[in-house]
């Protein structure tokens, strides 16, 4: 059989078991990688899990954990140590979406919980598993940002925030990374069709939007050993105005 591109490798992915992170999920068990695949709800991840073993692709490790949980997040790196004995791929994908509204109006305990996802738990993972991906011949990290980051419209506050907060501490940590084997970018998308934009567009999203199957090759090309691209912000479907 013909050698895949991750064949060897181990990868985290989070938010993995559905949208974005599920179609990353699949792609990167397709090329070979031995999957970690961190989300709360158990029943998704099985279901995910089951689609990679009919597809033929190497059963995923389930890590059902809630990213606000920071205390686990905190020992992530000694869990996948211990489990896997490496890795060689993170993807930072998981996020949150507060309710919409007026900044002015919006509640603190919503703009907490939105940090506690969106920057609180990534920092807490690359605190924790620099080490292992350091230690890897071609570590590879990849986070997930959002055009609001760049590009705030009203009503997005919390959320726009934290993704601009993210984007920050990820070019931070590709300026302190560079002379390392590691290479971090961020994918920055447009509108794509999942549960979140479900919710953010209840009425249906106006606009056209990306599939996450369209997507996910552009989170493979990031973290194939042979990329060397470094402290990149790709920005997807900017120009089409597209929010989220
Ligand atoms: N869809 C878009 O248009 C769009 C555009 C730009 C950026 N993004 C970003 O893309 C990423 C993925 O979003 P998506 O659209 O694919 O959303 P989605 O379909 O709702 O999937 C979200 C994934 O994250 C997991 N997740 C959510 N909250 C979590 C938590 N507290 N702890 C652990 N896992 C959690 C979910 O599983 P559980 O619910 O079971 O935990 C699920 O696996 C997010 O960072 C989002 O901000 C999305």
């Given amino acids: 059989m ?15 078991s559905r949208g974005i992170g599920g179609a990353v999920t699949r792609l990167l068990a397709r090329e070979g990688a031995q999957v970690i695949v961190m989300a709360r709800g158990i029943a998704s991840l099985e279901e995910i899990d089951d689609e990679v073993r009919a597809a033929g692709d190497l059963p995923l490790t389930l890590l059902p954990v809630d990213m606000a949980d920071i205390e686990t997040i905190s020992n992530i790196g000694d869990v996948i140590a211990h489990r896997c004995g490496r890795l060689d791929i993170l993807v930072g994908n998981a996020g949150t979406l507060p309710p919409l509204g007026p900044v002015a109006n919006s509640s603190p305990e919503d703009w907490s919980a939105t940090f506690q996802v969106n920057v609180e738990a990534n920092l807490c993972l690359i605190r924790n598993l620099a080490p292992l991906l350091l230690d890897s011949p071609a570590g590879r990290a990849v986070f997930t940002g959002s055009f609001l980051a760049r590009h705030p419209a009203a009503y997005w506050g919390a959320y726009a925030a934290s993704k601009a907060a993210l984007e920050s501490i990820i070019r931070v940590w590709a300026a302190e990374t560079e002379k390392t084997k590691l290479r971090v970018n961020m994918i920055s998308p447009g509108a794509v069709q999942t549960e979140m934009l479900s919710k953010a567009y209840p009425g249906g999203y106006p606009r056209k939007a990306l599939t996450p199957e369209n997507l996910a090759p552009r989170f493979l090309d990031l973290v194939l050993p042979e990329c060397l691209r470094h402290g990149e912000v790709i920005e997807i479907a900017a120009g089409n105005a597209t929010f989220l």
Avoid at 2 to 16: F, I, M, P, S, Y
Wanted: proline content about 0%; charged content about 35%; glycine content about 20%.
């Fill in 2 to 16: 013909a050698e895949k591109r991750l064949d060897g490798k181990v990868a985290l992915v989070t938010g993995g």
